[in-house]
């Protein structure tokens, strides 16, 4: 039987991002647990807040692409940040864009439904995004995506990762082989093909 295929990303577009971090331990550990890790940076997918007008003239390629993406994997794994308690516009308004018709006429939210969702959050501060984190569990399970029921909130992440990028606290690299390890397991229960 085939690995699943999961599609990873940070909800953050700056170099230094700490959930970028968080995101590659997070594809290593699902990679680690079996799964094939499609590493994103949405940096590569730029697209405007979402306006029907410029839907109308044209679907962004962006959208484009990061439909074909997820109409070829089994998943989401999804770092990041909480901006006030919540889901950073960035993540929102990517999967909104992704929910939009596809190419053929059928709904984008069809690429979504079904699916395997893995969620964490890194922040400096002392809660590490986990009000966020509920918020994006809603956000996906909305979208039809089965979300792992772990989840992992690195607080103080200024401090929280070495040289290498790898999570410094045993605890949490083990929280994150557990949420990766759920991922894998339901994507390849999941999985359609
Ligand atoms: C608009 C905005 C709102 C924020 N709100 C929160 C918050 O509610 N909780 C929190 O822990 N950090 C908050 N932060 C701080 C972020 O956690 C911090 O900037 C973090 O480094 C962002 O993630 P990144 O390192 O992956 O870019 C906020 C930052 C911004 C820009």
Redesign the pocket.
């Known amino acids: 039987m085939p690995s699943p295929r999961l599609l990873a990303f ?1 909800g ?1 577009l ?1 170099e230094d ?4 971090k968080l995101v590659r331990a997070f594809a290593d550990a699902a990679r680690e647990a079996g799964a094939d890790v499609t590493l994103l940076d949405l940096r590569e997918y730029p697209l405007p807040v979402y306006d029907g007008d410029i839907e109308a003239r044209g679907m962004p390629d962006a959208v484009r692409s990061l439909q074909a993406l997820l109409a070829e994997h089994d998943g989401l794994l999804i770092s990041s ?5 919540g889901v950073p516009a960035l993540v929102k308004n990517t999967l909104d864009w992704v929910s939009r018709p596809q190419e053929n006429g059928d709904s984008g939210v069809a690429l979504y439904r079904g699916k395997v969702a893995g969620i964490c959050a ?4 002392g ?1 590490g ?1 986990m ?2 984190l509920i918020a994006l569990r809603d956000l996906l399970a909305k979208l039809g995506l089965w979300v792992a029921p772990s989840q992992l909130a690195v607080a103080g ?1 200024a401090d929280a990762f070495d040289d290498q990028g790898r999570l410094k606290d045993e605890g949490q690299r083990k929280s994150l082989a557990r949420l990766a390890g759920e991922a894998v397991t339901a994507a390849r229960a999941l999985r359609k093909t």
């Open positions: 940070a953050s700056r991002s700490f959930n970028r940040p909480e901006y006030n308690g890194a922040s400096p501060g809660l995004g009000r966020g992440a």
